[in-house]
């Protein structure tokens, strides 16, 4: 259908489309991801600017917090994201096995992933305090002696991935949908074929389901390296901290253990404003977000052709 | 002969005896899997059920570890509104949720029809650098964006979180695309034959057709705003009258040294109104989360 001169024409009718687009992504990506490099060559204090060659990247190598920051993502991204999509995948399955109650039991499940970030993390913070809070005292009921959580460096980290299970509403529904797609005559025979429950979910559902599956581990994992808000919610709150003009506060409370990459960015540039610095920063994030964001793009490949 | 008068009934027995014990085992399994989701439930809806004990406790009770109110101060949230400019923040929560929303339908729409119908050389490209902005940390940009804003003289407002959205926003271009890309082409053809502009063809053939998917981003988008923390605390936490609920919230506890009551009567009044949208709007939320999915 489509000739030569016709998609000639076409292909002006969809620039003239797409530019308002175009525009936002000049403006918004390609030169400030450009700026970000340029910058990170010089110092820059909002007034001043000064070169200094690769003094940011060398003081990079030794900044500890830096360092300690990308660990703690590190953390994040192994403990929470598998947690999360297990925990999901657990669920979904449950709900493919109810006989009754199935649309009330989403929904429950649903529900918290709904919750405003802030509030959801501003309630935890208060669920998971030692002194007053619900969870501790029925743990205390059942004769475990709760840990101080979000006071506590080895036990703030923890709480962010109840949290982040607490809301994983998202990526349940996306996997229970995969598996209602599941034929359902695949289990039919698998079952005549005397194959176990354990069996039918290894060699049908976790093959077919395998895209979906893969697909949310890695978006969880580039969602799990800009990780902010409930970080930096949770380490304010629990230490007491407001978001006050003038107020100094270095995030990670406590004992740096909740600092992440996005938060130190955000306080050695807009705290403290060493933004070349910052971009360095920046670009070290980049370059992870953008190796997983590859593997995504390699996924979309396939799928390009079947929308076709 | 004694055989034959036994066999039957012991046949018959048999049968029964299995048909009870494959019912048993049904309903054992049907027992066990609705209590697992019992269980489920009451931790999913457990923090929110113990948010809002605390939000009517007394102030004295809120310093004991007790769990259950032994007066119910509903009170407790007409002390937030007093106390803190709650209704400020809500206002500009609003303006940004509502003009970001409106601004980013009306710049997307027309993005994702052009990605989704036009045959052109490039279109790939420009979907992948969709998926590249809508996966890239907010932070990776946001030293030189800032500058921008502040030569501008518009850090302290919330004019650059609402602006960009005039020219696009990267995840509901990509989910519009999605959506509009599953109405069969043969319409968009037949208006064309019919003499339809470009133009004609969006407003009367595909806008109709995508309106669940529009509502969908709709709903994402004003949620997304109304939850958005990083962007308020980057430009208008160093102004006090710019502040939006989120930011308002995480400091509510520290800035008006109050106690849990009041902080849980807060955090609950800044989750209910996203709860009450949602029981209204629930279909269109699980179709478009099911959307943003399935694309393995």
Known sequence: MAGVPLRRREGFRALLWLSPWLVGFGVFFAYPLLATVYFSFFNYDLFSLKFNGLANYRYFMQDERAWLSIRN??????????????????????????????GFFRTLFYLPSLVPVTAGTVAFVFLLNPATGPVNRILSLVGISGPDWFGDKDWSKPGLTLLAMWSVGNIMVIFLAALLDVPRHLYEAAAIDGAGAWRQFRSITLPTIRPVLMFSAVTGVIYTLQYFTQAMIASRVAAGVTDAPGTSFVPGYPEMSTLTLPQWLFQTGFRDYAMGYACVLALVLFAASMAFTLILLRQFRGFEEVAE | MTATLVAPPTRAAGRRARERRGRTRRMLYWIATHATAVALGIAFIGPLVFVLLTAVMSDNQTLTDELWPHSWNWGNFGEVFAKSPILLWLRNTMIYAVAG??????????????????????????????????????????????????????????????????????????????FLLS??????????????????????????????????????????????????????????????????????????SVQWNLTMAATLLVMAPVIIVFFFAQKVFIEGVTLTGVKG
Not at chain 2, 146 to 154: P, V
Request: hydrophobic residues 55%; charged residues 10%.
């Open chain 1, 73 to 102: 993502t590190a953390w994040l991204v192994v403990v929470m994201v598998p947690a999360q999509v297990l925990f999901a995948l657990g669920v979904a399955q449950l709900v493919t096995k109810l006989k009754s109650g199935v």
């Open chain 2, 101 to 178: 929303t409106l601004f980013t339908l009306v710049s997307s729409i027309p993005v994702a029809y052009a990605l989704a119908r036009f045959r052109f050389p490039g279109r790939r490209l420009a979907f992948l650098l969709v998926i590249t902005m809508m996966m890239l940390p907010p932070q990776v940009v946001a030293v030189p964006i800032y500058l921008i804003w502040a030569r501008l003289d518009l850090t302290g407002t919330l004019l650059p979180l609402i602006l960009p959205m005039l020219l696009g926003d990267a995840f509901s271009i990509f989910l519009l695309r999605q």
């Open chain 2, 183 to 256: 109405i069969p082409r043969e319409y968009t053809d037949a208006a064309r034959v019919d003499g339809c502009t470009d133009f004609r063809t969006l407003i009367r053939v595909i806008l109709p057709m995508a309106r669940p998917g529009i509502a969908a981003v709709a709903l994402f988008q004003f949620f997304y705003c109304w939850n958005d923390y990083y962007g308020p605390l980057l430009y208008a936490a160093t102004n006090v009258d710019s502040w939006t609920l989120s930011v308002g919230l995480a400091s509510f506890k520290a800035l008006h």
